[in-house]
């Protein structure tokens, strides 16, 4: 009998050293909970007083919270295509905000993050709110199949509000068709209202639940008038009161089939978005009206959804973030008295600037990641954002990323995961709406802003979202200034043209992973 060999305990401990624990596939479930337009100071573990967010703060305190979490766009599609894709949306056009009969936005071929997770035997879902376009180049058929959509690009099964609610119309996408949809009453969209009889926010406007303040004077539906026209589909229709509800039911039934499998599943809430309507049981339990009353439903609906993973047994083998899709603004149409209302509350945190901006507020949102016995719980100043968790997902699941896959999606896993000594981002850039708008270029303590359009959508939480004119380039010093207040780029040319000449490089490229 050989004796074994002298070399191997240092052998063993090589091993180890060269595959550290990360390289071992791990597949656990995936929900990521993406709220509309909540703010990183819209939750009380990150500096909300007059109210209490006590599950998504549960789910801070078992997990790491990021100060420096980020989604990508100070808008909604633009991130949720970043997210979906790994690629900044800057480089697609017709990324930004999508209209009521917006074409499919992601096309069928292009990587996805449902799509990668698929083919190591993740089963996927998305349940909420979409805005990510729908159907051929002409949009979709309202009535028929409506291809390509989320089916066709990775996701097993939806359940979704097809753009936002503020949009026509209200119905719901379930797979490839609209959810109890009576042929003979057909939903019809317009661009123009349909007919001199057909009653509008402006012809009406005595009759609504809740005035608009600007645009949203289309269709009137169940109190409250949108952007565009629609007509049909009466039975087909929801109450913008039932949303949360209804997709927490569906969400946590999906996720009870077929335990076997993992699953990735995101919840896409509508919540704190215009028109708030939330249910009436949460209608007047805060302060602030029902901006943050619909805050109140969304942390209900994260509660829900952890009891679900609770109930099911998996809390432990299940991976939760929660992120927002762009930061807060207070009169995003509707006359809901979010600003009349807003006391000392502070939506963005000590951030400037909120939606539509690319100040720090319109994109540094709250990010949450909880994965208990594995995910340390801790605070994390990380540079993290909603479009690594592509690249980052695939290297936790040993998931083989195609070469055109994911070109911005920075892998930061042992970051997400709170790893001590784990970077996150060295660079980050942000931008508002779609392509061809104003960037932010976050690197280190620097931020850079260039606004192209000479102008910023500021939202001065005290007063309506404004624009004010500013200079094409601004540079801040994120340590000193948080707020975003002293340009400093007279005294730092060195610096602010070292980020000038990356942000362009990295606009001009293909990729910046
Ligand atoms: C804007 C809407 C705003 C909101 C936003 C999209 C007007 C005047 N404003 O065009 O109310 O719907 O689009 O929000 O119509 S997002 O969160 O989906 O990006
Ligand atoms: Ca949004």
Same mark, same amino acid.
């Given at each position: ?20 624990? $990360? ?29 209490? !967010? ?39 056009? *017709? ?39 729908? *159907? *051929? ?23 979704? %509000? ?19 949809? &009576? ?13 001199? &009889?057909?009653?509008?926010?402006? !012809? ?30 009466? =039975? =087909? ?33 509508? &919540? ?10 949460? $209608? ?67 951030w400037r600037g909120?939606?539509?901006s690319v100040y720090e507020g319109g ?47 920075? $892998?930061?896993?042992?970051? %997400?995961?709170?790893? $001590? ?8 850039v942000q931008q508002d709406?779609?392509?061809?708008g104003n960037y932010g270029f976050r690197s280190?303590k620097w931020k850079l802003v260039r606004h192209d359009s000479r102008r910023a959508r500021n ?8 624009n004010t004119k500013v200079p094409r380039f601004e540079l801040f010093d994120l340590?000193n200034d948080p707020g975003e207040r002293r340009d400093v780029l007279e005294n730092n040319a060195d610096v602010a043209a070292r980020l000038r000449?990356?942000l362009a ?9």
């Amino acid at each position: 009998m050989r004796s074994p060999s002298p070399f191997l305990p240092a052998l063993l401990l090589l091993l180890f050293a060269s595959f550290p624990l $990360q390289a071992e596939p791990r597949r656990p479930n995936i929900l990521v909970i993406m709220a509309d337009d909540l703010g990183w100071g819209d939750i009380s573990c990150q500096g909300a007083s007059t109210y209490e !967010t006590p599950h998504i703060d549960r789910l801070a305190a078992e997990g790491v919270r990021f100060t420096s979490g980020y989604c990508t766009a100070s808008t909604c599609t633009p991130t949720r295509y970043s997210f979906l894709t790994g690629i900044y949306a800057f480089r697609t056009e *017709g990324t930004g905000i999508a209209p009521p009969n917006a074409p499919a936005i992601i096309l069928p071929g292009t990587p996805t993050l449902p799509g990668v997770l698929k083919t190591v035997g993740y089963r996927t879902a998305i349940v909420g709110k979409w805005h990510l376009g729908l *159907g *051929g180049p002409d949009g979709p058929d309202w009535n028929g199949e409506i291809r390509p959509g989320p089916l066709d690009i990775g996701f097993d099964h939806c359940f979704l %509000l097809p753009t936002t609610n503020d949009r026509v119309p209200q119905v719901y996408l379930e797979d490839l068709r609209i959810r109890n949809l &009576d042929p003979a009453d057909p939903l019809r969209i317009y661009k123009e209202r349909p007919s001199d &009889d057909h009653p509008t926010g402006l !012809t009406h406007r005595e009759t609504l639940r809740m005035n608009w303040t600007h645009g949203h004077n289309g269709t009137i539906h169940n109190g409250i008038s949108r952007i565009g026209f629609y007509t049909g589909a009466e =039975a =087909a229709r929801f109450r913008d009161e039932d949303l949360a509800d209804t997709w927490v039911e569906r969400a946590v039934k999906w996720m009870e089939n077929d335990a076997a499998e993992p699953f990735f599943l995101v919840f896409a809430s509508h &919540d704190p978005h215009v028109p708030r309507m939330p249910h009436e049981r949460f $209608q007047g339990t805060t302060a602030h009206g029902y901006r943050t009353d619909a805050i109140m439903q969304f942390d209900w609906c994260v509660g829900e959804l952890m009891s679900a993973l609770d109930r099911l047994g998996v809390a432990d083998d299940t991976l939760v973030v929660l992120c927002s899709d762009n930061g807060p603004v207070m009169d995003d149409g509707y006359a809901d008295g979010a600003l009349e209302k807003l006391g000392e509350h502070r939506a963005g945190g000590p951030w400037r600037g909120g939606k539509y901006s690319v100040y720090e507020g319109g994109t540094r949102t709250p990010f949450i990641v909880r994965w208990r016995g594995v995910v340390e719980p801790g605070v994390s100043d990380e540079i993290v954002s909603t479009i690594d968790l592509f690249a980052s997902f695939a290297e936790l699941t040993g998931a083989k990323l195609p070469p055109e896959a994911a070109p911005d999606s920075a $892998q930061i896993l042992g970051a %997400l995961l709170g790893a $001590q000594g784990a970077n996150g981002r060295s660079e980050l850039v942000q931008q508002d709406n779609g392509n061809g708008g104003n960037y932010g270029f976050r690197s280190g303590k620097w931020k850079l802003v260039r606004h192209d359009s000479r102008r910023a959508r500021n939202m001065v939480v005290e007063r309506l979202l404004e624009n004010t004119k500013v200079p094409r380039f601004e540079l801040f010093d994120l340590e000193n200034d948080p707020g975003e207040r002293r340009d400093v780029l007279e005294n730092n040319a060195d610096v602010a043209a070292r980020l000038r000449n990356k942000l362009a490089a990295i606009i001009a490229g293909e990729r910046s992973r």
